[in-house]
């Protein structure tokens, strides 16, 4: 009874440390899923200004960046991640809500790599001053 409690810890905490690590992502983890921006860098995303991130297809993908709507080319090869020909629309709005935006499709922009933690995906940028996109699975 005590190796069975013993091992059931230990594949437990195994299991955890590797979320904690995270995991490299496939085309599978990411289609069809859409994700909602938490962080970027080390600020919270603005409340009430939904910033999404929707992988359409195996090499494009689209969202909304609080004000205006996206799209752009991506490549996707183990941990390598990065974008290419960003579009996107030129609707104005709050201040506040287009230096977010700004800010994001600049991160976006310089994006090297991407993983997953469990049901958050990490993309970090070449970006020196927003070094990495959080978002939520939705």
């Known amino acids: 009874m005590i190796r069975i409690i013993i091992c059931l810890f230990l594949f437990t905490a ?3 440390c590797d979320s904690f690590k995270g995991k490299n992502a496939t085309e599978d983890d990411l289609m069809g899923s859409t994700w909602v921006l938490t962080n970027i860098g080390t600020l919270t995303a603005q409340r009430g200004v939904e910033v999404s991130l929707v992988f359409d297809s195996e090499s494009t993908l689209s ?3 609080g004000c205006n709507s996206y799209e752009s080319d991506y490549s996707l090869n183990g941990e390598s991640f990065s974008i290419s020909g960003v579009t996107s629309s030129t609707d104005s709005c709050a ?11 600049i991160t976006l922009e310089g994006a090297e790599s991407l993983k997953l933690y469990g049901d958050n995906l990490v993309i ?3 970006d020196n001053i927003f070094n990495k996109l959080k978002f ?3």
């Open 95 to 105: 201040e506040s809500v287009m230096d977010q935006e700004a800010n994001f499709i």
């Open 14 to 16: 195994l299991v955890s």
């Open 124 to 126: 970090k940028s070449s």
């Open 136 to 138: 939520a699975k939705q």
């Open 63 to 65: 969202g909304y960046s």
